[in-house]
């Protein structure tokens, strides 16, 4: 029987690469549901060819011409992604979802997900660090299952099959980004080119910002936290430039289980699909021979501050982890505009968490009004 499918971000680096799982294994999938912000003309193919029963296009300007595209199909076609929780929890026949956008603005298609008892195949980290609690608890409430997408969760979930022994530590590698080796008194002249020039992965500019700022494996940090009930501090960043091994699992008796693969998102991704099964993928496997070895080196987080930011904002919790994402969110948009350095960001987020209205428990309307505030609040800070 198949199983059925829904990918919020298909037209993004996740969701065109879950796409290519599903066309590796049309045996095993249907699709039927789509959503993209505002790339009308491959989501439309993208439905042509996997036959969607749906599509939500985010932004409303382009709905004429995702109609027009897809008029003849027998597609419905919605715009704003506000429409997305409602779909999700009306589709009784979707099994799957693929939480693949980006931003804040995956958390209530996910929670929707969650309520209607859905397995998440979670790729959108900001999720889970603006509003974990009520993440997990929502999962737990309505029998739903989370399985993350990310290499690094991907990783430490599948060295966790089978295991009955307590955690000790994870060890969540990190490839370093494209600054790994630049100087710090450098990268304050480095362009939006230099930083989206990502070593290892192919990824969206957003996140691939925030991997040269290794604000990403501070989201990362967070994110296992909620993922594998471990504390923070539980919880260390490895710096493994050849990003072979994915992460690691020390556990109590001294032994360490890592999870390797080459560095590509269609493994974890089908994994997630497919779990508990494992299907061929086409992708080659490691030639160990070949490597010439393995390096491992702490962060310098004096050179990437953001990174101790997440494990201050963690260690915070309440409704801190939001407002950094918020600033963060911001921050990388004003880089990506020319408005501000990437040795910026730091600063903003920091001002930002400074600035915000602590709430110790928030529900999901104090997530939504820190996440508004905070924006703001970073956008002045920019602004000044």
């Known amino acids: 029987m198949k199983k059925k499918i829904a990918i919020l971000g298909s037209t993004g680096s996740i969701g065109t690469q879950a796409l290519d799982v599903v066309r590796s294994h049309r045996e095993m999938f249907d699709v ?27 932004n409303r300007e382009m709905y004429g011409e995702l109609s027009s595209l897809l008029g003849p199909t027998g597609t419905a076609v919605y715009a704003g992604n506000e429409v997305i929780p409602e779909l999700l929890s009306d589709n009784g026949e979707i099994d799957t979802v693929i939480a693949a956008m980006t931003g804040f603005s995956g958390l209530m298609p996910t929670l929707a997900a ?20 009520i993440v997990m608890e929502t999962a737990r409430t309505h029998n739903a299952s989370i399985i993350p997408v990310d290499s690094e969760h991907s990783a430490i979930f599948q060295v966790l099959q089978g295991e ?32 989206l020039n990502h070593p290892k992965w192919k990824m969206g500019r957003k996140v691939t910002i925030d991997s040269a700022t290794l604000m990403n494996k501070g989201f990362e940090v967070i994110e296992a936290g909620w993922l594998f009930d471990v504390p923070v501090k539980d919880i260390e960043v490895v710096i493994h430039p050849q990003s072979i091994i994915h992460s690691m699992v020390a556990f109590m008796d001294g032994s360490v289980l890592a999870q390797m693969s080459v560095p590509d998102m269609r493994i974890p991704i089908q994994y997630a699909l497919t779990y508990p099964e494992r299907m061929p993928s086409g992708i080659p496997q490691i030639d160990f021979c070949s ?29 801190i982890p939001c407002a950094m994402n918020a600033a963060d969110e911001i921050a990388v948009e004003a880089f990506l505009q020319g408005r501000i350095t990437l040795c910026d960001i730091p600063g903003i987020i920091a001002d930002t968490i400074a600035k915000c209205t602590f709430i110790q428990d928030p529900d999901i309307d104090g997530i939504i009004s820190t996440d508004s505030e905070c924006r703001r609040t970073a956008e002045s800070i920019i602004g000044d």
């Not at 549901?33 to 939500?56: D, I, P, R, Y």
């Not at 969650?114 to 609690?133: D, H, S």
């Not at 994870?170 to 008194?185: D, E, H, K, N, V």
């Open 32 to 58: 039927c549901l789509l959503t993209a912000n505002s790339n009308a003309s491959l989501l439309a193919s993208q439905a042509g060819e996997f036959n969607a029963g749906a599509v939500v296009i985010g």
């Open 114 to 133: 969650l309520k209607a008892g859905k397995t998440v195949a979670i790729a959108n980290k900001e999720t889970l660090v603006a509003a974990g609690a």
């Open 164 to 195: 009955h022994s307590p955690i000790g530590k994870i060890l969540l590698t990190a490839s370093g980004g494209p600054f790994l080796r630049i100087p710090a008194s450098e990268m304050a002249a480095a362009g939006v080119h230099d930083a």
């Open 291 to 319: 490597l010439g070895g393995f390096t491992f080196a702490s962060p310098d987080t004096e050179k990437f501050p953001c990174l101790s930011i997440a494990y201050e904002a963690a260690a915070k919790g309440g409704n």
